[in-house]
């Protein structure tokens, strides 16, 4: 059984910063491309960013140049650093794990979920 655990979420003012974590563990092959997706009340579950098995990253419109994604392989765990938080960035805060090939940007292709993490953004 493969357990993903996300931590880190909390409420934080505009401008402010947070960093998430995410810890995998249990009986998987191979922890290939983790993401973080994040979903807002009422809206669909979007992806934030992603880091592929040779540390590749991939990140959205929104993310880019305020998050920061990387990956300790030996500890099988992911990060998100999010500075200048905004209203808009409020959230609950999934990690997904891939245990095929490639670098999926749809959730229905990551095998294995979190349970999430909120974090909320005041202004």
């Known amino acids: 059984q493969v357990q993903v655990v996300e931590s880190g979420g909390g409420l934080m003012q505009t401008g402010g910063s947070l960093r998430l974590s995410c810890a995998v563990s249990g009986d998987i092959f191979r922890v290939n491309t983790m993401a973080w997706f994040r979903q807002a009340p009422g809206k669909r579950r979007e992806l934030v960013a992603l880091i592929d098995y040779n540390h590749t990253t991939n990140y959205s419109d929104s993310a880019k140049g305020r998050f920061s994604i990387w990956r300790v392989d030996a500890e099988r765990s992911m990060y998100l650093q999010l500075n200048s938080l905004k209203p808009e960035d409020t959230a609950v805060y999934y990690c997904?794990?891939?245990?095929?090939?490639?670098?999926?940007?749809?959730?229905?292709?990551?095998?294995?979920w979190g349970q999430g993490t909120q974090v909320t953004v005041s202004s």
């Open positions: 997904a794990v891939s245990d095929g090939f490639g670098s999926p940007l749809l959730s229905s292709e990551y095998d294995y």
